[in-house]
């Protein structure tokens, strides 16, 4: 069994993690994923209420004894939700856990804490990292610029953005971006992370709550089916390529500003493409990685293989290369 210092801070038995997705890391997945004996999270905001929250971890503990977390993203907003409500959900329901990703969590990490609730931030700079490990977090999740999502503005691919990151952190660290099989869980390794997070490998799969229409979608998709939406605005998203991103990107290139596409970039709609099927309803979060993916396997189906895979990399292939005698 592959074990890193991730797994020993994180109490689980694989390195990998199943992050949190908005409308999608729910008990169904993150159950699954635990039950594997990796990472899951489920998505707090993808709850409507820290009750509905509270009761979402309920169910999840039903179909599972193993460990998992919850995900807290803290954005601006107008409108902010009522994250301390989030957060003491959180705090009050037991979990070990937690994921925060958004703004810095300087604030956060001392009531975590003090609740017994370790903390994983994901962030998207070798700089973002660094400050997430000086105030205190247990372990950081950095995004490439292959990941779905928000990759940031510096737009460095995992494999600069990993080593980069390993040479200045001394907390374990997860590779993320670009990541659905055991050559990257091995190739992740060889940079300096200690363990993988996925998400579009994690969509598509048996347990994902999501309709089968984006699943096959995912598996008929290759690397070059993403848009980068909000770049003109420096809030840069990855997505799936449909006629909506394309729209998006489209208005934005003109010169358009937010408002300008604030109906056809909105949550709601995204929503609607995962729960109806309709890929074009509106925009949907995918990465580089889908040009990997050609099946829909069960979530322990595809921990399994990617262990095995790279187990058998590391014990078999790269045990067998030698450097020539000079």
């Not at 990151?165 to 990541?179: T, Y």
């Not at 014990?315 to 067998?320: D, F, I, T, Y």
Request: charged residues 25%; negative net charge.
């Amino acid at each position: 069994m592959l074990t890193t210092r991730f797994c020993e801070t994180f109490g689980v038995d694989h390195p990998i993690v199943q992050g949190g997705m908005q409308w999608v890391g729910r008990a169904e997945l993150v159950s699954a994923v635990a039950e594997a004996g990796a990472l899951g999270f489920l998505t707090a905001l993808t709850q409507p209420t820290p009750e509905a929250l509270v009761r979402e971890i309920a169910r999840c503990r039903e179909m599972t004894d193993e460990p998992f977390g919850v995900n807290l993203t803290i954005l601006p907003s107008i409108d902010p939700p009522p994250y301390d409500e989030y957060k003491q959900a959180i705090i009050e329901s037991g979990i070990g856990i937690v994921e925060t990703a958004g703004a810095n969590p300087a604030e956060h990490v001392p009531d975590f804490h003090a609740g017994g609730v370790k903390v994983l931030h994901k962030c998207t700079s070798v700089r973002h990292a660094v400050k997430a490990q000086n105030v205190g977090v247990d372990g950081v999740s950095i995004d490439g610029f292959e990941c779905a999502g928000h990759p940031g503005e510096d737009d460095v691919p995992g494999l600069v953005l990993v080593p980069a990151a390993a040479q200045r952190l001394s907390i374990p660290m997860i590779a993320s971006g670009g990541f659905v099989d055991g050559r990257g869980l091995v190739a992740a390794l060889a940079l300096g992370a200690d363990g993988i997070n996925m998400g579009t490998r994690f969509l598509c799969t048996a347990e994902s709550p999501v309709h089968e229409k984006v699943k096959e979608q995912i598996v008929a998709n290759t690397e070059l089916d993403t848009e980068l939406i909000f770049r003109p605005l420096r809030n840069t998203a990855r997505v799936a390529s449909n006629s909506v991103s394309r729209k998006v990107v489209e208005v934005l290139d003109d010169g358009g500003e937010f408002p300008d596409v604030r109906e056809l970039a909105s949550g709601a709609r995204g929503r609607k493409v995962f729960e109806d099927g309709d890929l074009d309803a509106g925009i949907w979060s995918a990465g580089l990685a889908q040009g990997l993916i050609d099946d829909v396997p069960t979530v322990a189906e595809a921990v399994e293989r990617i262990v095995s895979e790279a187990e058998e990399l590391i014990s078999r292939r790269l045990m067998g290369v030698r450097t020539a005698d000079r």
